[in-house]
């Protein structure tokens, strides 16, 4: 298949095996994960668009199908099997509904929490996210489809979305999307503003 059932089979193998005995090396933390080109850098901001992004790639899933399914069916590797290589993407459709759940709880949880009004400025995100996919309505079908096989959502998107949710619900009306959890004591969390702009 492509590059992506390689990356997935390098995933599902033993840790021990891929390093050599080593430990395995922990994931990386959301704040050390790069940013998607054009996503705002606020957690908010960002959550919002990756909700975006990823509403347009699901909505790309019936056009590109037929497409996808051609590609698999000439370009077969020896011994491959394209029930399995098609279920992949079945699977991939089935973790993309969860993903917009999980960014679309933290957004209302956010919405929720703030002391300033969101709806616009996380509509505009999303806007901005999904119109990563603009240029799709003009490719060729097979171009389009290539396209779509091989993307999954920037790694920073679970991660931002579960921070903000956790911070949206322990800060409450005091909550800041901008801001960053730092623990001042094993008791109390405060709020330290980021001075990181967003995006236009």
Request: proline content about 10%; hydrophobic content about 45%; charged content about 20%.
């Amino acid at each position: 298949m492509s590059a992506l059932l390689f990356a997935l089979a390098l995933l599902a193998q033993d840790p021990a095996a891929a390093t050599d005995g080593a430990a395995p090396t922990p994931a990386p933390e959301a704040a050390e994960l790069p940013y998607p080109a054009g996503a705002p850098r606020d957690d908010y901001g960002l959550v919002s668009w990756c909700h975006g992004a990823l509403t347009g790639y699901v909505e790309l899933h019936d056009r590109v199908m037929p497409e996808v399914k051609r590609i698999e069916t000439t370009y077969r590797a020896p011994g491959s099997s394209l029930a399995a290589d098609m279920k992949v993407y079945a699977d991939m459709n089935k973790q993309a509904q969860k993903d917009l759940k999980l960014f679309a709880n933290a957004m209302e949880a956010a919405e929720r929490a703030s002391i300033k009004p969101l709806n616009t400025i996380g509509a505009a995100a999303v806007q901005r996210g999904r119109g990563s996919w603009s240029a799709a309505a003009n490719l060729p079908p097979a171009r389009v489809a290539q396209e779509w096989m091989s993307w999954t959502p920037p790694a920073r998107c679970a991660p931002t979305a579960q921070r903000l949710e956790k911070n949206a619900k322990l800060l409450g009306a005091a909550f800041d999307p901008g801001a960053e959890m730092a623990p001042a004591d094993p008791m109390a969390v405060t709020a330290v503003t980021s001075e990181t702009p967003v995006n236009p």
